[in-house]
């Protein structure tokens, strides 16, 4: 089960979602907003998806989960809009008969989605409105600069 | 043809738009769009290149030919990375 949009993501919802009487264990990885990127202060952020790939891209994830592990329910979900300090942006929830799948599986599901999928964060905080991708572009920039010397 | 356009995050800031149509002519690829889009649009200079592009939310090379109607989107570097 996947959805992207600025429905507020719920725990219980998705643990309740992907119970099944034959998994013995339910593993699940929320994100939530934090009041700080590498040393500056951050008050909220923005998430902006192109919803129509973000929704092709997880539910491909889904598939690729349940073909790689035995697994009873999934749910990814990733909110999109303006969010506050310790607000959930994402959620991976996975049910599966043991530990183990259930683990892996759910580290799985919310590495591809951090690599994969189109959203990207608008930052907010007393040092202004910064992009993420921007953030990073100048760093990597600098590091190279820094390496060449 | 024509196509239509997508931009997201630090890149449609930059293009002053979110979405846009273009006028391209017969076997133009994605590489062509994009130098028309850059030449047209100062401020993305160097930008699209940085991008990945999609055709129709599917991630293609920028040789890919382009088809009249088809959406191409333009996307930033996601911010996940090795957090």
Not at chain 1, 48 to 60: Q, S
Not at chain 1, 122 to 141: I, S
Not at chain 2, 38 to 59: I, M, S
């Amino acid at each position: 089960m996947t959805k992207v949009g600025p429905g507020r993501i719920s725990l219980e919802s998705a643990v309740r979602r992907v119970g099944d009487n034959g998994s013995g264990g339910i593993a699940v990885f929320l994100g939530v907003v934090r009041d700080n990127d590498r040393g500056r202060r951050v008050s909220a952020i923005e998430y902006h998806a192109y919803p129509e790939m973000a929704r092709a891209v997880l539910d491909r994830i889904e598939k690729d989960l349940r073909k790689r592990f035995p697994l009873g329910g999934v749910v990814l979900e990733h909110r999109t809009g303006r969010l506050k300090i310790g607000e959930a942006s994402v959620i991976v929830a996975v049910s599966a008969p043991h530990r183990a799948e259930a683990f892996e599986a759910c580290r799985e599901g919310i590495e591809r989605i951090k690599a994969e999928l189109p959203v990207w964060k608008k930052e907010f905080g007393p040092g202004g409105v910064l992009w993420k991708e921007e953030q990073d572009l100048r760093r990597a920039k600098r590091r190279t600069v820094g390496a060449s010397r | 043809m024509k196509v239509r356009v997508l931009f997201f995050a630090s890149v449609a800031d930059a293009a002053g738009t979110r979405s846009l149509d273009a006028e391209l002519g017969n076997r133009a690829t994605v590489a062509d769009l994009r130098r028309k889009l850059e030449k047209d649009r100062p401020r993305l200079a160097g930008r699209l290149g940085k991008c990945a592009a999609a055709v129709n939310t599917v991630v293609v090379s920028p040789a890919r030919a382009l088809a009249d109607g088809d959406e191409v989107a333009f996307l930033p570097p996601v911010s996940g990375g090795a957090e």
